[in-house]
Antibody, heavy 121, light 107 residues
Framework: EVQLVESGGNVERPGGSLRLSCAASGFTFNNYDMSWVRQAPGKGLEWVSNINWNGGSTGYADSVKGRFIISRDNAKNSLYLQMNSLRAEDTALYYC??????????????WGQGTTVTVSS | DIQLTQSPSFLSASVGDRVTITCRASQGITSYLVWYQQKPGKAPKLLIYAASTLQSGVPSRFSGSGSGTEFTLTISGLQPEDFATYFCQQLHTYPWTFGQGTRVEIK
């Protein structure tokens, strides 16, 4: 079964750091680019970051650029999001999703269930 | 950054209705637009990619059209399971961006 499982969400104070993980199974991980998307409570979707299949190319939303770092370990079938200098506005459900590297503009066809990040003092 | 504006933000419709949602981009994005459906408490589901290509397994009552700056998602014959929120996303230029969403509710 094709599956993405996020973990690492927690309650953290402003200024703190968290590392999210996304474990992939049921498909050839290095055939896919990967993205993080977040959704604040009761709000819409916000694209956070993307990484290509080999980690050689990344992109970030303006709201997280310079604070968040996306990375992947293809040997471990895992995607990561290092979140630094956390702000209250980073509070959200964070989803990971895959994008076929052969059609990298075709959207995320598989999503995880999400992991919750709460930034509060 | 490219802004995506969906209209309407909310619509009320009946089972069997034909529903159209529009997504306008602040600059041209060729056909690098996708549509997602999200139900409460669930992850989004990819419906349409490349503006008009139906994702595998998605019912044919869903269709997409457009290119450049104006795009539409049409549901022909709304079904009870289609009541959800729909989002467009552009993948033309970083940062990729989403529309604000359109909530489709039962009349």
């Amino acid at each position: 079964e094709v599956q993405l499982v996020e973990s690492g969400g927690n309650v953290e104070r402003p200024g703190g750091s968290l590392r999210l993980s996304c474990a992939a199974s049921g498909f050839t991980f290095n055939n896919y680019d990967m993205s993080w998307v977040r959704q604040a409570p009761g709000k819409g979707l916000e694209w956070v970051s993307n990484i290509n299949w080999n980690g050689g190319s990344t992109g970030y939303a303006d709201s997280v650029k310079g604070r968040f770092i996306i990375s992947r370990d293809n040997a471990k079938n895992s995607l990561y999001l290092q979140m630094n200098s956390l702000r209250a506005e980073d509070t959200a459900l964070y989803y990971c999703g895959r994008i076929d590297r052969a059609n990298s503009r075709n959207g995320m066809d598989v999503w995880g269930q999400g992991t919750t990040v709460t930034v509060s003092s | 950054d490219i802004q995506l504006t969906q209209s309407p933000s909310f619509l009320s419709a009946s089972v069997g209705d034909r529903v159209t949602i529009t997504c306008r981009a602040s600059q041209g994005i060729t056909s690098y637009l996708v549509w997602y459906q999200q139900k409460p408490g669930k992850a989004p589901k990819l419906l349409i990619y490349a503006a008009s290509t139906l994702q595998s397994g998605v019912p044919s009552r869903f269709s997409g059209s457009g290119s450049g700056t104006e795009f539409t998602l049409t549901i022909s014959g709304l079904q009870p399971e289609d009541f959800a929120t729909y989002f467009c996303q552009q993948l033309h230029t970083y940062p990729w961006t989403f529309g604000q969403g359109t909530r489709v509710e039962i009349k």
